[in-house]
């Protein structure tokens, strides 16, 4: 009986409490995507629910790193109350450096009403310079008028989207899991064209740089993967010197690994790989005996660098400038570069949207298309 009686009196004590808890507002920001390039526009979709409380005014205002974004607008539609259809009254919203007003709303009664329908509203903002932009309700500050209020909530979660560099559409293809199907039927293609169409050349040198992935961090180790093919030629010396962009990544180191005649089993002999500022040496070798060799293995060599800025990463081979840096590969004078993406360090919470970027990117420049 004891028992019982306490449990009736605990029920009825905290009944208040509980229905209060129960019928907490609710208030969540939904970016409409959560990858940006640096001059896209950003919409912060604000939803709200009373969940049936009553109030006499409601207040919000999102506050930005303004070093990433710039504000550009707001708006917001009134609540309603479906008992008596009226709408609430609306403060014109505003924004800066750094702050964005979402809502600002009061019963046109003098009452306190509350409402049955969502908070809808919108901050829109511009994305001026790649990181991880956070973003979250003012709650703190020397103006407590500017704190968040929305039936007595007086706190909800923020969030955060990723902004990358602008990116040239050649980049993009090399980014996504669709632009690498593309780029694959386009390959398989041109080769069986150039089967046809270019006979006599077929057995020319060939030469390709594979990163090891396609996007990085800041302080990431890039690793550009060199692998060549003599197709039968003869050369008494090869060199390969790769050039990048020194605002965007610091040489580490090269390695190569030796040329092989398997008729004979020589090895060539090689040179000493440097690298610096902006260039790298992939690989520099001649054959150990006087005489110009053939070789019927594989050329494979390395170049480290390390991510330091964020951007686009563009590397090619030289062949201009010093004639004796320039590319020479068994005759090929000429072998395609290509880039990779450096993004900011990201927090966990951006990594896991990390994965959606090149996809969310390369659909839509297919679809501008």
Known sequence: MRTLLLSTLAVLAFAPYAWAYAAAATLTI????????????????????????????IYGRLLFDANLADYV??????????RGGLQWCLFALTGGEGFAEAFSQFPCSENPEFVDGPLSASVTLLATAPGT???????????????????????????????????S?????????????????????????ATVALGP?????????????MVY???????????????????NAIYGRMVFNANLANYVASHQEKLRNS???????LVQLTGGDGFAEAFAQYPCSTNPEFVDGPLSASVTLLATAPGVLHYSWQTEGDNNLFLDFFGLREAPGGDVLIVPELSTGSLLG????VIAIARRTVWRR
């Open 73 to 82: 607008a707001s708006h917001q539609e009134p609540l309603r109350n479906s």
């Open 201 to 213: 050349y077929a057995l020319g040198a060939t030469l390709t740089i594979t990163p090891d992935q």
């Open 263 to 269: 008729a004979g089993g020589l090895l060539w002999c």
């Open 169 to 193: 559409t050649g980049s993009l293809l090399g980014l996504g899991v669709i632009a690498i199907a593309i780029a694959r039927r386009r390959a398989r293609f041109l080769a069986g064209f």
């Open 30 to 57: 939904t970016p409409d995507q959560t990858a940006y390039q640096v001059g896209d526009t950003i919409t912060l979709n604000v939803a709200g629910d009373s969940e049936g409380a009553e109030d006499n005014r």
């Open 133 to 167: 932009l956070h973003y979250s309700w003012q709650t703190e500050g020397n103006d407590d008028d500017l704190f968040l209020d929305f039936f007595g909530l007086r706190e909800a979660p923020g969030g955060e989207v990723l902004i990358v560099p602008e990116v």
């Open 217 to 235: 961090q800041v302080g990431d180790t890039i690793t550009l993967n060199v692998v060549g093919d003599a197709e039968g030629a003869e050369d």
């Open 354 to 357: 990390l994965g959606v970027i």
